[in-house]
Structures are given as C-alpha cells and as structure tokens.
C-alpha cells in the first residue's frame, strides 16, 4: 500500500514546557531542510506531533532522511482514510497481509482523540481484530510484546492507520542550544565529537587547521568531505580551514621540543576563541579523550585551556576507544577517518612529548614568541566553506592511492 503521510513523535521536545513551541519549530525548520528535494511534501507541526503528508513522494526515500534528524523519537508511515467503519476494517486488512509473516503475533492499538465518533477505542479494537481473525489465517493476539501493532487513531479530521514503529536518533533539533565551533582534525575522535555536539541541538562550524606544505590537498579535502557525511545531519556546516604553517615552524625552531605540543595547542585553542567570537558562538568543542595522548592528559589539558574562558566541551572525553571506533562506523564517518592522510596534528610531533606539562613552563615559553603576530597571520588567511551532505572533494585517485596505503 502506498503511505499517504509520516507522523513524526517528538521525544525530550516534550520536556520543554513554554519553549516547546519553538523547539517544534525549528525541528519542523530541519526536517523541510532534510525533504527540499520533494517540494510536494507538506508539513503541519503540532503540540503533539508533526504530520508529513507525503503527496506522492516516496516513504522510502524519506525514511532514509528522516532517521538522521535530531529531534525525532519515533514516526510512523500512515495511511489516512475515511472514517468508516468499512474503511478502517480494509485498509487494516491490506496492511496486516503485506507485513504479517508466520508465527508472527499481533495486538489493535486505538486512540481516538474524536469522542464523538461512533464506537470507543475498546470496540474499535475488538471488531477490527475480529475481521481480521474472520479474514486471514495463523493470527496469534498477544498484549503485551506484540510482533506487530496496528495502530489506529481516530481524529477530528480523518482516521489513520500504521503498522511500524520506526526510531529516530532522538536528541535535540540542531540550533536550539546555540552555535558553538567544533575542532575537526582527520582522525576519528573529532567527528564522533561532532555529531554528539549535533545531538544535543548544538549548531557548529568546523575549524580545521592544515600546514601546507607538511600537509597535503588531500588531507584537506578528507576533513572536508568528514564534514560533508556529517552534515546529513545538520542540513549544511560551515567549514573554515586555518592556515597552521608558519607558528609549527615558529614553535619548532624557538622552543624545546618537550615542549611544542603543549604550546602548539595553546595556539590551537586561541584561534579557535578567536574565530567563535567573530562568528557568534558560544563554546569550543573537540574530540580530546582523556588519557588517550599525551595532549589528552589533565595536566595537559590544564596547561592548555590556561588561553581562554570560553566553556571547552569534549563530548567524548570519557569514552573508550572502541566505543568511540562503534559510533563512528554507526555514523559513517570511521573509513574516510582512517585514511592515512596527515594532518596537521602529526606532522612535528615530537618523539617525547610532556605529558605532565607544567603551566607556568607552558606560559614562559610561549611568552618567548610573537603570539598576536602569529595569531593575526594565520587569522587573516582563513577560508569559510559551506559544505552540504555528502559532497564530496576526494577524487576516485586519492581513495585509490589511500586503499593501497
């Protein structure tokens, strides 16, 4: 049967008391985003749910889409008819014989926010399950952990019928906690990173710091094209590449090498600041782990959020390195991650970096250096890119050249 509308159920939105109208808002605003390829879509937010009305687009392909909006909880393709009766008992019939398979056990769900219609949710669910027990054979009723469950709802306008349950990512609406930046290296921690920042309704833009000549095109066209996997989930994501170049070689030449990691960081974390302010954002986030690298320790990370006051949020930071590997292949960014591409967070690192660095060692050294200079060269080279969902910027070559690696 051919679905004539999605009722999508909103899941923490139902948490936001007053502000929940505008949190349905902006996830009715994601969803259009999502769906811009079918313009015969319709949409209708409600208090309680959104409806989809399909107008001949395929569930098929909006299933797809739809489980990668933060937001959703749970929807469900519908089929609105009549209310009659004779409707609800047909069209219950044709969906249970395309989806019932043997063995399988089933139970009739009804509500009806329409108290004036003619019969209540207990006798809807009797004579519905009794023409189909009349009409199809190996029916097995079970209440409460049910194969299936056709669910009727009865409304003011129409009635509606469904028979699957689908689940969304849930989460928040993406824009509703505000815009952040996110620091996106190539690995894997960073990305995961930013779909965790996603999903708590966080609006990022990704800063990328690349040293050329030390790192190649193609490392920056796969942070890029990491942005564009993530941006199924976000609609578009601003991209600003950083030049990096010129304070590597800086830090290399003047400082000792104990040292270069902890004050490259420093620089890292100070353009980052300085970009979020421009831009309008609120917090820094990054992939870091704790304990994973030597940059990753408490002491180092002490040594280094020393540059701001701006809230650092890493939502990974207690995640296992197998739980972080299982989400990125979940999310689909773990095989571009992995190809060997440096970046610029590789290349100088010394052979015995501190992991212990001390604070006022961090800040002796760094004094040593043109820091505003520095900063001001590699702010002024930057580059914004808006990157949609799966654009690409890899050629077929490059991924080549890295499955042979």
């Known amino acids: 049967m051919e679905y004539t509308e999605v009722m999508v159920r909103y899941g923490e939105l139902s948490t936001k008391g007053k502000n929940r109208k505008d949190f349905i808002n902006r996830l009715a605003s994601n969803v259009e985003k999502v769906l811009k390829d079918f313009p015969q879509i ?21 299933d797809q889409r739809l489980k990668k909006v933060f937001g959703i909880q749970t929807y469900s393709p519908a089929i609105k008819i009549p209310k009659t009766l004779e409707e609800i008992e047909k069209t219950s019939l044709e969906l249970m014989q395309e989806t019932f398979k043997s063995g399988m056990t089933f139970k009739v769900n009804t509500k009806r926010s329409d108290h004036k219609f003619e019969y209540d949710t207990n006798q809807l669910n ?14 097995k009723a079970e209440m409460k952990h049910p194969d299936l469950v056709l669910r009727i709802e009865v409304r003011q306008d129409a009635v509606y019928i469904s ?33 965790l920042a996603l999903k708590r309704g966080v609006d990022i833009e990704m800063v990328h710091f690349f040293s050329p000549p030390y790192t190649t095109e193609k490392a920056l066209a796969k942070a890029k094209e ?32 104990g040292y270069l990691m ?48 701006t809230p650092v949020i890493r939502p990974v930071a207690t995640m296992d390195k197998t739980e972080i590997i299982k989400l990125a292949e979940d999310i689909g960014t773990f095989d571009l991650s992995i190809q060997p591409f440096e970046d610029c967070c590789t290349i100088f690192a010394p052979p015995r970096p501190k992991t212990k660095p001390k604070l006022e060692k961090a800040r002796e050294y760094e004094a040593r250096l043109d820091v505003e200079g ?32």
């Open 126 to 139: 009797n004579l519905v399950g009794d023409y189909l027990f009349d009409h199809m054979d190996g029916l």
């Open 226 to 257: 990491l942005t564009g996997i993530l941006a199924n989930y976000a609609g578009k994501i601003n991209f600003i590449a950083v030049p990096f170049a010129e304070i590597q070689e800086t830090i290399k030449e003047k400082l000792p090498e």
């Open 262 to 309: 902890t004050v490259q960081r420093r620089f890292m974390l100070q353009l980052a600041d300085r970009i979020r302010a421009q831009r309008g954002g609120l917090a820094i986030f990054n992939g870091e782990s704790v304990g994973q690298v030597a940059s990753q320790t408490l002491q180092s990370m002490v040594a280094i959020n020393d540059v701001t006051t």
């Open 42 to 62: 319709e949409f209708h937010p409600r208090h309680d749910r959104m409806h989809i009305v399909l107008n001949g687009a395929p569930f098929k392909d909006v």
């Open 163 to 195: 028979n699957q349950l689908l689940h969304g990512v849930g989460g928040m609406p993406v824009g509703t906690a505000g815009k952040a930046v996110m620091m996106l290296s190539g690995g894997i921690d960073s990305p995961v990173a930013s779909w």
């Open 374 to 405: 520095l900063i001001q060269r590699a702010l002024d080279g930057i580059e914004v890119t808006p990157i949609y969902p799966n654009e690409k910027f890899l050629d077929d070559k490059a991924q080549e050249d890295a499955d042979l690696l």
